[in-house]
């Protein structure tokens, strides 16, 4: 079955440690890729997508993701966390062909200590 | 502020009750959407507009029925619901159907008592 995998549920850092949140796919061809944000009461905020080109995408808020094919994964990361990154990160898929529409992972919560 | 805004916030309804959640956005999409997100479950993608047409229905009982007047307006109008039907429902909408980047409303947050 077509699936979208985020193995960590919830993850904690130190505020100024690196991050890093694993994302993992399984279709047979390569889908368009997102990272998704929702801080605590709000929707979802796109961090970053990618489609083609380049393996490591750069986003919004310091964000960055590498895609890699060969693991059909595509983590995001970040150098140095800080407090207000504390929300939760849902990795998605979108089929460019067939049956079109955007797949979610089940998510994982990011907390930040100090 | 992402463009899609979603009304209530939050709502607290009866398993007798009808209510119904709105959604608006004047970003000129023209594909409309409704999410369902449970706790440790991934968003379950409910319902699916393009140009006022219902494209898709995964499965939704009935008990949940969507309306969408224009595409600038998409509505969910609940009865009956259960107390399993608790959840953040979310409304997202996007160019065309082939556009990947959606745009989240914030969200209703929806308690059956």
């Known amino acids: 079955a077509q699936s979208v995998t985020q193995p960590d549920i919830h993850i904690t850092v130190s505020e100024g440690a690196s991050l890093e949140l694993r994302c993992n796919y399984s279709?047979?061809?390569?889908?368009?890729l997102f990272w998704y944000v929702q801080s605590p009461g709000q929707g979802l905020q796109l961090l970053l997508k990618?489609?083609?080109?380049?393996?490591l995408v750069q986003g919004i808020k310091g964000f960055e993701a590498e895609f890699k094919r060969s693991q059909s994964s595509f983590n995001l990361r970040k150098p140095s966390v800080h407090w207000s990154d504390a929300a939760e990160y849902f990795c998605a898929v979108f089929r460019n062909f067939g049956n079109e529409k955007l797949t979610f992972g089940t998510g994982t919560r990011l907390t930040i200590i100090p | 502020e992402t463009g899609v805004t979603q009304t209530p916030r939050h709502l607290v309804m009866g398993m007798t009750n009808k209510k119904s959640l709105k959604c608006e956005q004047h970003l000129g999409h023209n594909a409309m959407y409704w999410y369902k997100q449970s706790a440790k479950k991934p968003l379950e993608l409910m319902f699916v507009y393009n140009f006022k047409e219902q494209t898709e229905n995964n499965s939704v009982p009935s008990r949940f029925s969507p309306e969408c007047p224009n595409s600038s307006h998409l509505f969910l109008h609940l009865h009956t619901l259960q107390p399993e039907d608790s959840a953040l429902y979310l409304c997202?909408?996007?160019?065309?159907?082939?556009?990947?980047?959606?745009?989240f409303g914030q969200g209703t947050r929806l308690t059956v008592v």
């Open positions: 990618y489609f083609s080109g380049d393996t």
């Open positions: 279709y047979g061809a390569t889908p368009y």
């Open positions: 997202a909408s996007s160019q065309s159907l082939l556009d990947t980047e959606a745009f």
